[in-house]
C-alpha cells in the first residue's frame, strides 16, 4: 500500500491564487508501508482532529486570541499546545480550557488575554493517543489601528 505525501519546492502558492516570485511546483512522492504501518496509520481509533480553528487570523494589540481544536479517538486523545514548535505552558496571560463529551471526543480552547507583539507566529494543536497522532496550525500577526 502506497501513502501520498506531497514535498513542496522552491517557494509555492499559499492560499488561493496569490501567488509568490518565486518559481513553485509541487512533486507527490509515493513512500510504501509495511503492514505494521498501515495498522498504526490507518487505525480507525487513532485520534483525529475534526474541527479546528481558521487557518490565519489577525489579532489587535491588547485584545484576546482564541483557538479551538476537537479531537476525536479511542481511547480519547490528549490535546497539546504549541507555538512556533515549542510547547506552550501556563502563564498569567494563557488559559486552557478542555471539556470531556463522550467517552471519546475532548474539546479544547486556547486563550491568550492580553495578546501582544510577541504573540504572533505560528500556533499548532496536536492530538494523540496511543494509535495515531494529528496535527492542525494557525498563523498569527497583528494589526495596528490607526
Given at each position: 500500500m502506497?501513502?501520498?505525501?506531497?514535498?513542496?519546492?522552491?517557494g509555492?502558492?499559499?492560499?488561493?491564487?496569490?501567488k509568490?516570485?518565486?518559481?513553485?511546483?509541487?512533486m507527490?512522492?509515493f513512500?510504501?508501508?509495511?503492514?505494521?504501518?498501515?495498522?498504526?496509520y490507518?487505525?480507525?481509533?487513532?485520534?483525529?482532529?475534526?474541527?479546528?480553528?481558521?487557518?490565519?487570523?489577525?489579532?489587535?494589540?491588547?485584545?484576546k486570541?482564541?483557538?479551538?481544536?476537537?479531537?476525536?479517538?479511542?481511547?480519547?486523545?490528549?490535546?497539546?499546545?504549541f507555538k512556533?514548535g515549542?510547547?506552550?505552558?501556563?502563564?498569567k496571560c494563557?488559559?486552557?480550557?478542555?471539556?470531556?463529551?463522550?467517552?471519546?471526543?475532548?474539546?479544547?480552547?486556547?486563550?491568550?488575554d492580553?495578546?501582544t507583539?510577541?504573540?504572533?507566529?505560528?500556533?499548532?494543536?496536536?492530538?494523540?493517543?496511543?494509535?495515531a497522532?494529528?496535527?492542525?496550525?494557525f498563523?498569527?500577526d497583528?494589526?495596528?489601528?490607526?
Amino acid at each position: 500500500m502506497f501513502d501520498d505525501i506531497y514535498a513542496a519546492r522552491g517557494g509555492g502558492r499559499r492560499g488561493g491564487s496569490r501567488k509568490t516570485g518565486r518559481g513553485s511546483s509541487r512533486m507527490q512522492i509515493f513512500i510504501p508501508r509495511n503492514q505494521d504501518g498501515v495498522n498504526y496509520y490507518d487505525n480507525t481509533n487513532g485520534a483525529r482532529i475534526i474541527k479546528s480553528s481558521h487557518f490565519e487570523m489577525d489579532y489587535m494589540l491588547g485584545r484576546k486570541i482564541t483557538f479551538f481544536c476537537m479531537a476525536q479517538g479511542i481511547p480519547r486523545p490528549h490535546i497539546t499546545w504549541f507555538k512556533d514548535g515549542v510547547e506552550l505552558y501556563a502563564h498569567k496571560c494563557f488559559q486552557l480550557h478542555e471539556w470531556a463529551i463522550g467517552n471519546d471526543t475532548l474539546k479544547s480552547k486556547m486563550e491568550i488575554d492580553p495578546t501582544t507583539q510577541k504573540d504572533a507566529g505560528y500556533y499548532e494543536c496536536q492530538a494523540d493517543n496511543q494509535y495515531a497522532i494529528d496535527r492542525r496550525g494557525f498563523r498569527t500577526d497583528y494589526v495596528i489601528y490607526t
